[in-house]
């Protein structure tokens, strides 16, 4: 163990108390984790401002981040057309994962249609009617069976389409959709996307930083308003669409007397079929016979938003945590898919003797077990992991320590719920959603989404600026490791509105929701997509979506997939901010196109920020920038006045 590590403090990684009792643990344990290999190694100064280029071999070239004017590359590149290929190429990639994993539902949706997989069915039949109307599908006196083949058929497009918009544009409000066919970036499908995205980066194709931008932006929208998109509504159709449900968080979950089965990744396929196989009578049989409580499946990262959203499972942490749950020495198998898989995972599972187990043959890792889910019988796969687990629970080691503490909260906003909660199951509807932020109760709307970085304290900017935001009046909207983050802070419960403003409190309290609305996994950060397109169609609050009082962050941000969200948010007219480092040399033309210029032809913008209460800060003036534009800054002023009169009142009673 390296001597740095006693140095630095447990309380400046994480703030998440259960993770920093493991850090201590491990370190005890002699097992070295991702937080001191990120107190060890340096960041690249110049690939942390993205000023280095190796798209060829007669580089690599590297810029000068403090005078980026001064050189160019040995092709002739400049600094704009690097550092904005640099970023295109994250975002390709982003979008290739998020739609990849879009692709794979939507084979399971045809498979389980035609009967080719039996051990799942669609569970929300409404759901999969509301699609296909919006995507003109006739559904009048038609078979379920031959709407979906119709629907499958129509969203297959969103990934294959070669030219021609993709389906899901019918939903983008028209006046948004308007602007991105005046500049030449509506999507056709994310294969020609990312496709064309790859190409031009390369060396010697597109070198204007203006030009290729508008590729990045084409291909993130084929992310946010397709695969993505596609995801999230299918995944509904076939496991049921979220409805609020209270869950328990943090590693407190985990139970010393039971089988405890981790599930981390990002395609919800391996977690259903282990509910399944979880609560499969000869194997509970065989957990009690081993001696154990029962079996506990546990979720993490992102398939386990996905549980935790649909059925309530319980979530360990976010992507964080998913070394330190391992040093509890309490899993008795984790097992993962696609996506967010840290390599070292296996080392640290062989540490405490915990099975680790890689089941697609997407994402293999050298030396650890492979036990490849076939879709079509996916519960053999699953089954054979609980008889793992179940193995090593009767050879548990004695050393096992779980973290006692756990948050409560209400998860499951989907906009469908959203629409219901605040309308009513009569009248069902945004428009009281839409009043409430006219007359100011509510300030604004945020999204703050996106991972957790062994750079960034862990969890603590996504908290603080939570906090101040509920606390201004602002709904926040949650996806992602952020959302756990909130949930094992316990803002996520109906409690968390007595921290919010007045005015965002009178209406939690009337409706009985939190300010902090859970809507699940990074995929369905589409769901902001719908809601904000939902919120400019019911009226009153302007006409394209980078009308509406609203903004988004992603405070902790680390994966590529998160540059592609945070494109596609810009794109659709978004003010959107990252913390703690952004892939940009600073002073550059490429900089100020898409931190200033792009609002100016009527989309959003980026921003940046490291301090959470800064970033609380942009959110909110951009918000009252948007109140005012659209006239309804007055009515706000009053509800204050109110307030305060209200506080006169009783102070002189
Ligand atoms: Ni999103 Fe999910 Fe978490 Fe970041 Fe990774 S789990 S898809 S990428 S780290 S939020
Ligand atoms: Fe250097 Fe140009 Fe090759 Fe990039 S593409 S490595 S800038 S020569």
């Known amino acids: 163990m390296a001597k740095l590590q006693e140095l630095i403090n447990v309380s400046d990684l994480t703030t998440c108390e259960a993770t920093a009792q493991m850090i201590t643990k491990a370190r005890k344990d002699g097992v070295e984790l991702f937080f001191d290999r990120a ?9 942390a401002e993205s000023a280095c280029c190796k798209h060829c071999s007669m580089g690599p070239c590297r810029m000068n981040v403090n005078s980026p004017y001064d050189r160019v590359g040995i092709c002739g590149a400049t600094i704009d057309t690097i550092v904005a290929r640099n970023f295109g190429r994250m975002v390709a990639a982003g979008t290739a994962a998020h739609t990849d994993h879009g692709m794979g ?30 995507l003109d599908i006739v559904t009048e006196g038609r078979e379920l069976k031959e709407i979906a083949l119709d629907l499958y058929a129509e969203l297959e497009k969103t990934y294959t389409q070669v030219d021609g918009e993709i389906p899901m544009m019918k939903r983008v409000p028209p006046k948004t959709l308007e602007s991105w066919r005046k500049e030449g970036i509506v999507p056709r499908g994310a294969m020609r996307e990312i496709m064309e995205m790859m190409h031009r980066t390369a060396i010697g194709v597109d070198q204007d930083y203006e030009n290729l931008t ?16 596609v995801s999230t509504d299918i995944t509904d159709i ?23 089965i981790i599930v981390h990744g990002h395609e919800p396929i391996l977690l259903e ?77 062989e540490c405490y003797d915990t099975p680790f187990i890689t089941t697609n043959y997407r994402a293999k890792i050298e030396g650890a077990l492979h036990i490849q889910l076939d879709e079509h ?91 101040e935001l509920i606390r201004n009046d602002v709904l926040v909207l949650q996806t992602g490791c952020s959302q756990l983050a909130l949930a094992k802070a316990g803002l996520t419960g109906p409690g968390a509105a007595a921290m919010a403003g007045p005015g965002l409190a009178e209406v939690c309290e009337t409706v009985g929701m939190p300010p902090v609305l859970g809507l699940g996994s990074c995929v369905d950060n589409s769901r902001i997509l719908i809601a904000a397109s939902k919120m400019v169609r019911t009226g009153g609050l302007g006409e394209t979506i980078a009308d509406l009082p609203a903004a988004g962050c992603a405070p902790e941000w680390m994966s590529e997939k998160a540059i592609a969200i945070g494109q596609y948010f810009v ?17 550059t033309k490429f900089e100020k196109h898409l931190f200033e210029e792009l609002e100016t032809k009527g989309f959003g913008k980026w921003g940046f920020a490291d301090d959470p209460l800064e970033m609380a800060r942009l959110m909110i003036a951009h918000i009252d920038k948007k109140r005012q534009a659209l006239g309804i800054d007055k009515a706000r002023e009053r509800v204050l006045m109110d307030m305060a009169d209200r506080r006169i009142l009783d102070a002189t009673a």
């Open 39 to 47: 107190s060890n190694m340096k960041a690249c100064p110049i690939g």
């Open 105 to 134: 539902m939507l084979e399971l949706f045809r498979d389980v249609i035609n009967g080719k997989n039996t051990d799942f069915k669609i569970q929300d039949p409404m759901k999969l009617l509301e699609v296909a109307k919006a």
């Open 214 to 229: 508008k590729q990045i932006s084409r291909t993130a929208l084929a992310d946010g308003w397709g695969g993505s998109m």
């Open 238 to 260: 076939l496991f049921g669409t979220p409805s609020p449900v209270e869950v328990e968080v943090g590693m407190g979950v985990l139970k010393e007397d039971k089988v405890n």
């Open 273 to 349: 079929a282990m509910i399944i196989s979880a609560a499969d009578p000869e194997l509970k049989k065989m957990a009690i016979e081993a001696g154990a409580k029962g079996i506990n499946l546990i979720g993490m990262c992102c398939s386990g938003l996905d549980a935790l959203s649909r059925h309530g499972l319980p979530h360990a942490g976010n992507f964080s945590s998913t070394e330190a749950v391992l040093v509890t020495g309490a899993v008795d198998a984790m097992c993962v898919d696609v996506q967010c898989i840290k390599q070292d995972l296996k080392r640290v599972a």
């Open 377 to 467: 019988d996916p519960l053999k796969c699953t089954e054979e992991i609980v008889i793992k687990a179940i193995t090593r629970f009767k050879t548990r080691g004695k050393t096992i320590e779980i973290p006692r503490k756990t948050g409560l909260g209400v998860h499951g906003f989907s906009y469908e719920y959203i629409n219901y909660m605040l309308g009513g199951s009569f009248r069902g509807s945004y428009k009281p959603l839409n009043e409430n932020i006219i007359n100011g109760r509510i300030r604004g709307v945020a999204g703050v989404v996106g991972c957790t970085n062994p750079r960034s304290k862990q969890d603590f900017s996504h908290v603080e600026l939570v906090k």
């Open 571 to 587: 794109a659709s007219g978004v003010y959107t901010i990252f913390g703690h480092t952004f892939p940009m040399t600073k002073g």
